[in-house]
């Protein structure tokens, strides 16, 4: 949360010596009453879409929404399979983040660790039949509940902003290389 105006007037930020910028300090760019109001709504906004996904996904499935983003990524990437580096950078997860969530998904029987076998130290994740099938069933209804609460509530043209704005962000977020691009959702057919 960014403070409002009430609070950046009493924030006692130094002023630089004879007018000078101190070195390797910007000068706060303090948010103005409509980007206050952009971000909070945006916040907001979503924060709670996310909670209502994932309260949504546990209700009806009994799946967290991060280990469904990790079946999605496997239902479709070649062989139902990735490597475990690749599972983490896909869906914007550390790799002990997503090793604890393989593990679980394991005890469940919905992804199994396979050796790489270019690789003697590394593991693949495989999705397996019953995780596909686990997904199968907890998509109708988490695609109903993304329906409903974003884009039954947005026009085309809004959604198409929506989509440009996201994907400005992510290149933006993603330009440094520290964090891999979000792969594109593959195609139909």
Request: hydrophobic share 35%; aromatic share 6%; proline share 6%.
């Amino acid at each position: 949360m960014v403070p409002s105006s009430a609070l950046v007037e009493t924030v006692d930020v130094p002023a630089p010596p004879d007018g000078e910028q101190q070195p390797g300090r910007a000068p706060v760019r303090w948010l103005d009453d409509e980007e206050q109001r952009t971000w909070r709504a945006f916040l907001s906004a979503t924060q709670l879409l996310m909670d209502r996904v994932s309260r949504q996904l546990q209700h009806d499935s009994d799946v967290v929404f991060t280990y469904y983003e990790m079946l999605v990524r496997l239902s479709e990437a070649p062989e139902r399979s990735l490597r475990m580096s690749e599972l983490a950078e896909s869906s914007l997860s550390s790799r002990s983040r997503v090793s604890h969530a393989v593990a679980r998904m394991e005890e469940r029987g919905w992804i199994r660790r396979d050796a790489c076998a270019t690789d003697g130290r590394g593991f693949v994740a495989v999705l397996t039949d019953a995780g596909f099938e686990a997904l199968r069933e907890a998509a109708p209804s988490h695609v109903e509940t993304v329906r409903s609460t974003l884009f039954d509530q947005l026009s085309r043209q809004q959604q198409e902003q929506l989509r440009e704005i996201s994907e400005t962000l992510l290149a933006h977020l993603t330009s440094t290389g520290s964090v891999s691009p979000v792969p594109p959702v593959a195609p139909r057919g």
